[in-house]
């Protein structure tokens, strides 16, 4: 698994904004699968961040989520994306393809539940509606 694999869905949205944000700096390989750099972040100093392609786990960064342990963080990610920008797109466009598709399917099924509304008394409509409301309740409670 590579590094973006690791990485829970809010340090990748995150990291690919402080790539997009221009937070990282100092970008340098210094292994045949290791980069090192700086990133601007919420502290006054910037992170040092170490990031191991070939064995993600080893990758490093001194802020306060990852210091000392051996998670992703959003500043890795950055750092990634800084070595790696195709990636960044294809990501980018991974999701923009997504959230397409995700609309789409929205509307079709807004489509199919105005067709079936449409198609109902006002007694049915009625019915449907308190059946509605008592599971939202139970749902609830």
Not at 62 to 71: L, Q, S
Not at 115 to 141: D, F, G, H, P
Request: proline content about 3%; hydrophobic content about 30%; aromatic content about 10%.
């Amino acid at each position: 698994m590579g590094l973006i694999d690791l990485a829970s869905g809010n340090s990748l949205w995150r990291g690919m904004e402080y790539y997009e944000g221009k937070k990282v700096f100092s970008v340098k390989q210094t292994g045949e699968s290791e980069y090192e750099s700086m990133v601007n972040g919420s502290s006054q100093k910037p992170y040092c961040v170490v990031i191991n392609i070939d064995h993600p786990k080893k990758s490093k960064c001194t802020c306060p989520f990852a210091d000392g342990r051996r998670v992703i963080c959003k500043h890795m990610v950055a750092t990634y994306f800084s070595v790696f920008p195709k990636e960044a797109e294809r990501i980018n466009k991974e999701a923009e393809e997504y959230e397409a598709e995700e609309e789409k399917r929205w509307e079709e099924e807004r489509k199919e539940i105005e067709k079936y509304v449409n198609s109902l008394t006002k007694q049915e409509l009625r019915n449907a509606l308190i059946c509605y409301m008592m599971e939202e309740r139970e749902r609830r409670y």
